[in-house]
T-cell receptor
């Protein structure tokens, strides 16, 4: 089975722009979660989707949004980019939305905001 | 609020040593604990998942144990190799949160 894939792998944007990141989960997995990783804050949870519905949301401003499609693929959008949004954005998938499921991560999208 | 701590933040050892990596968490009401490995600039690779009802899990040279009551987990790496050099992260689910809560990680360097 192919693993979790994320596109693009690298992005450079300027302040004020918006960006869309994409995540394709492992085939058959229906739950997708997004995390932000920075050197200072470590890994922080953004949101989780299951069956096209957001199940959980972390403590991020409304500029961060996401959605999930019927094929379980997910997108994350960040509007009005700030310098502090520079980070590695990681997507994880699991079979269901069970709290006991193992999470599998993709390679990440490195976003640089200038 | 669940907090996860990994100490030390970095460790450098010669090849061949047996290693113990520590992880502690503040709320013992967890569903499970997962150990990950992260290579520089890359994503996370899942190493081991321990459910709350389990005491340990093994995969090859890796063995992870869980002591829920004391809020601790250890990852044991036998006969370390230079290829084991990476950052190791511990994450728990539960303890008041449905999301994975991560430690800051421990950067391991195994010298040939």
């Amino acid at each position: 089975k192919a693993g979790v894939t994320q596109t693009p792998r690298y992005l450079i944007k300027t302040r004020g722009q918006q960006v869309t990141l994409s995540c394709s989960p492992i085939s058959g997995h229906r739950s997708v979660s997004w995390y932000q990783q920075t050197p200072g804050q470590g890994l922080q949870f953004l949101f989780e989707y299951f069956s096209e519905t957001q199940r959980n949301k972390g403590n991020f401003p409304g500029r961060f949004s996401g959605r999930q499609f019927s094929n379980s693929r997910s997108e994350m959008n960040v509007s009005t980019l700030e310098l502090g949004d520079s980070a590695l954005y990681l997507c994880a998938s699991s079979e269901l939305a069970s709290l006991f499921d193992e999470q599998f991560f993709g390679p990440g999208t490195r976003l640089t905001v200038l | 609020k669940q907090e996860v701590t990994q100490i030390p933040a970095a460790l450098s050892v010669p090849e061949g040593e047996n290693l113990v990596l520590n992880c502690s968490f503040t709320d013992s009401a967890i569903y499970n604990l997962q150990w990950f490995r992260q290579d520089p600039g890359k994503g996370l690779t899942s190493l081991l998942l321990i459910q709350s009802s389990q005491r340990e899990q093994t995969s090859g040279r890796l063995n992870a144990s869980l002591d829920k009551s004391s809020g601790r987990s250890t990852l044991y790496i036998a006969a370390s190799q230079p290829g084991d050099s990476a950052t190791y992260l511990c994450a728990v689910r539960g303890g008041g949160s449905e999301k994975l809560v991560f430690g800051k990680g421990m950067k391991l360097t195994v010298n040939p």
